[in-house]
């Protein structure tokens, strides 16, 4: 029999077992739910599901409020920061392969241009000036 992964978003866990999971009660799980901290999926019977994903975010609550003393507001602030750094991480990542991908694109273009493998898309021609030496002498624009 093959081992299937669960996606982090499948709500699978009753709230029964999510809560033996982070070692919380049940009634605490409700709580969280009530006040927004936790969003679990629903049946619908109304029953809560919780996804593996909903787990690690109670085991980081627990953690929060047990271990570090951190009241439910502060932990609410906790998780919006946690997530909005993610958002900006995953953005910051997107520009950064964007810009990389331009450079190599200008890159080649500049390795183009100075091989004259390609004349430019508009058509225009190149041509290398050199500079030549000025005369010494006066000229009368006059």
């Known amino acids: 029999m093959m081992d299937r992964q669960l996606p982090e978003d499948e709500p699978c866990y009753v709230i029964s077992v999510a809560a033996k999971l982070v070692n919380l009660h049940p009634q605490t ?3 969280y739910d009530k006040i927004g901290l ?3 999926g629903r049946t619908e019977g109304r029953i809560r599901l919780y996804s593996p994903r909903d787990i690690q975010k109670l085991r980081k609550i627990a953690r929060l ?12 602030v906790i998780l919006n920061m946690s997530n909005r750094i993610r958002e900006l991480q995953k953005e910051l990542e997107r520009v950064r ?3 990389e991908a331009e450079i190599r694109a200008l890159r080649q273009r500049i390795a183009e241009l100075e091989g004259g493998a390609q004349m ?16 010494n002498k006066e ?3 006059g």
């Open 65 to 76: 409020t047990e271990d570090l003393g951190v009241n439910l507001a502060g932990v609410e």
């Open 139 to 141: 000229e009368d624009w």
């Open 29 to 31: 799980l409700r709580y």
């Open 97 to 99: 392969q964007e810009a």
């Open 38 to 40: 936790i969003r679990p």
């Open 120 to 135: 430019p898309r508009s058509g225009q021609q190149i041509i290398n000036v050199l500079p030549t030496p000025l005369d």
